[in-house]
């Protein structure tokens, strides 16, 4: 009788082990296809291949804190139960070495009556200090038959939720992987690479992450990915940058000799010499017929206004106009502003495009840009809008770029051929990380402030002193200023994390009755928040409470104290970033970071406390927390990397770069038949199937 072809299963409810609810909690962790669960990597490994002496825990115990293994035979078991109903169990078990103690405490109901002298055990957990005999807090248990020689192995620990533990995810993995193997992406390693740096094929690389032997082993394997994953990183980047220096349709700006000159004189103060600096890259740039993208980085207050307004400048020199693009309202209005009167000595209007003009301004702005008449427009996305044209677009500038998408950018663009672009931000990311998510952008730094700046007065308290911290807030009120109030969630909600939303309460009810209180966060309709803001601004609120939406941007120079809420919920470039939303007057500014009670931050929020240069704060948080925070920001739109940090992998990503410049070196398009992977992979992106297919 022919037996009936199982069908193959296609989705995670029909694997082995997966029911519906399971399937359910994977979708919850972001495991929706078969590949998404086979690129589901532990984030570590138990080993417990190697069991301890019992003679050597307690030595252990004295100098260590993390888990060991033990094996021993049962010698005595004791139960009890104390307060509140909570059960202990301690057996006592000995090897050739010793005895050691493994202890069970409450929420371990299978340990009850389990145990029986005689009986040989295989525990693993922490080891705590005790006067005694060595004890393990047990995570993991077996019991032995009793001729068994023990076997342990390396066991994945899987980023889990409460509902799927680790050890489900690992044993659905386990039963599956050879289904799950079937639908692995094509390689993206040329097999030539693959040999020469040594990685495992594919299949097997997979196999040694999900059950691997040993830790160097499983190191290596993930290795593997994390390199790929970089090669296709890279050679994008590489990719564009080299489509981008074929392109020879770029108005070469021709620099007038004494333009830095009339520029300076006409300023009240001298440009410092970062500023002079990045004006000449800026300037070399757009003097090139290869189209400029430049990354202009500067901490706020660094005077990012004045090179912008330089390169304005250099493009209207040489009869071609630019667009300045903001990614809301209020700073758009800032840099009509600010840029106003810095042009105006050059006879440059600023044409501003903004969502709240009335239909007939906005048209007359478009006419003036139409016929070129109108030099330089200013605006927020109502720039790409339809009907927005100009007549000879030499330049455009984005301001906190990575609150646009790529496609957007691609539009602004459109409107002029290949204009010189320029991207600014006040988010200082640093250098090694710069160098990867921006491989296609040349990088400037303002890394000097102007003189005579006062530095914000920067302080890290327990919530404890909260209360004293509003008095403090009251005075700078009193003597004319204003503060802001942050916390880190719009509501009260399960991470517990302080709410804004209760705290205006708490401040309007009984610590501010008397002042003018706003609040400002996300779920507010863009058109509140603007008018919150624009209150503030106009000095018609004292002190407003917000969410991080007030980070970027907003400059309210009689703001004089900034308190943040949950300090330690924060990266220290956020931290930094808030506190350049004071400093901005004549007056001098504080900063006050209010951490839980019960957590030692005062040693981590130190370093903010000391120093104001947010490229040293950069480097010293992407140190302490990985790339993660910064990619979130920096690259917007870009397919979130599944494999690698770039700050922990920088090394790889380095080599991965090194491979991709060979690649592109020896097959400029992509095109032979061993990097089909590469391509593929590539491909997902579809900015970059343009670019590959064209080319
Ligand atoms: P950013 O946009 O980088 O935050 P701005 O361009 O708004 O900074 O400049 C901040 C302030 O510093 C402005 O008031 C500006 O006039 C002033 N400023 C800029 N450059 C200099 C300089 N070289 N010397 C003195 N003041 C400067
Ligand atoms: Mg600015």
Redesign the pocket.
């Known amino acids: 009788m022919p037996v009936p072809v199982k069908e193959a299963p296609s989705t995670i409810g029909e694997l082995e082990g997966v029911g519906e609810r399971s399937a359910r909690l994977l979708a919850d962790l972001g495991i929706a296809t078969l590949r998404d669960l086979l690129e589901y990597f532990p984030f570590r490994y138990d080993d417990l291949r190697e069991p301890m002496p019992a003679a050597r825990l307690r030595a252990a115990a004295d100098e260590s804190t993390g888990e060991v293994n033990a094996l021993g035979r049962v010698v005595d078991v004791k139960e009890r139960r104390v307060r509140s109903g909570i059960e202990i169990v301690e057996v006592r078990a000995e090897d050739d070495s010793g005895t050691f103690v493994a202890k069970w405490i409450g929420r371990h109901r299978y340990a009850i009556g389990r145990f029986h002298p005689g009986m040989r055990i295989f525990v693993r957990g922490r080891l705590v200090r005790s006067l005694i005999e060595p004890v393990v807090n047990v995570a993991h248990c077996r019991v032995l038959q009793d001729d068994e020689v023990y076997r342990g192995e390396m066991v994945p620990v899987y980023r889990a939720s409460k509902d799927l533990p680790s050890r489900k995810i690992a044993s659905v993995i386990r039963k599956n992987l050879s289904r799950l193997l079937k639908e692995a992406p094509e390689d993206v390693l040329p097999a030539t690479i693959m040999r020469q740096r040594g990685f495992l094929p594919m299949a097997d690389a997979y196999r040694m992450v999900h059950a691997p032997t040993t830790p160097e082993s499983a190191a290596r394997a993930r290795e593997r990915f994390v390199f790929g994953e970089f090669l296709v990183l890279a050679t994008g980047a590489q990719l564009r940058r080299a489509q981008r220096m074929a392109e020879h349709d770029a108005a070469a700006l021709s620099v007038p000799r004494e333009l830095l000159e009339q520029l300076e004189s006409s300023l009240p ?4 010499a970062a ?1 002079r600096r990045v004006i000449m890259e800026i300037w070399r740039d757009m003097s090139r017929d290869v189209p400029m993208n430049r990354l202009l980085q ?9 090179v912008a307004a330089a390169a304005v400048l250099l493009a209207a020199r040489c009869g071609h106009q630019a667009a300045l693009m903001a990614p809301t309202e209020i700073l758009a209005a800032q840099h009509i502003e ?1 840029l106003g009167p810095l042009l105006l000595p050059f006879r440059i209007n600023v044409e501003p495009i903004l969502g709240s003009q009335t239909q007939r301004a906005r048209q007359a702005a478009v006419d003036r840009l139409a016929s070129g008449e109108a030099t330089l427009a200013v605006g927020t996305h109502a720039l790409l809008t339809e009907g927005v044209e100009f007549s000879r677009l030499g330049l455009t500038i984005i301001d906190e770029q990575h609150r646009f998408g790529v496609e957007h950018r691609a539009r602004l663009r459109a409107k002029g051929g290949t204009p010189h672009t320029l991207h600014m931000t ?1 988010t200082p990311i640093p250098r090694t990380l710069a160098q990867s998510l921006y491989a296609d952008l040349d990088e400037s730094r ?1 890394d000097e402030m ?3 700046r006062r530095p914000v007065q920067t302080f890290a308290v327990r919530l404890g002193w909260l209360e004293r911290v509003y008095t403090f807030v009251r005075a700078i009120v009193a003597g004319g200023g204003q503060g802001y109030v942050v916390a880190p969630a719009i509501e009260e909600g399960e991470t517990g994390a302080m709410s804004a939303l209760s705290e205006y309460e708490r401040l309007r009810a009984n610590v501010f009755p008397d002042l003018r209180l706003g609040l400002v966060h996300g779920r507010l309709p863009p058109r509140e928040k603007d008018e919150v803001m624009r209150r503030f601004v106009r000095g018609q609120i004292d002190v407003l409470v917000a969410t991080t939406v007030v980070e970027v941007g907003v ?1 309210v120079p009689n703001a004089g104290v900034m308190v943040v809420l949950d300090a330690q919920r924060y990266g220290l470039a956020q931290l930094h970033q808030l506190r350049g939303r004071v400093g901005r007057g004549t007056a001098q500014s504080f900063c006050i970071f209010v951490y839980a009670d019960d957590r030692e931050e005062a040693q981590r929020l130190e370093i903010l406390t000391k120093t104001n240069d947010g490229f040293a704060i950069a480097e010293a948080d992407l140190e302490m927390r990985g790339a993660g925070e910064f990619a979130g920001t920096a690259q917007h739109g870009k397919a979130e990397l599944r494999f690698g940090d770039l700050a922990r992998d920088f090394a790889i990503y380095e080599n991965a770069r090194r491979v991709a410049e060979t690649i592109i070196k020896e097959d400029a398009h992509i095109r032979r038949p061993e990097h089909a992977g590469l391509r593929a992979a590539l491909d997902v992106t579809p900015a970059l199937h343009a670019l590959v297919a064209s080319s």
């Open positions: 103060f001298a440009l410092t500023q500067g901490d706020v207050g660094s005077g990012k206004t004045i600010k006040a303002l102007p003189p005579g400059d």
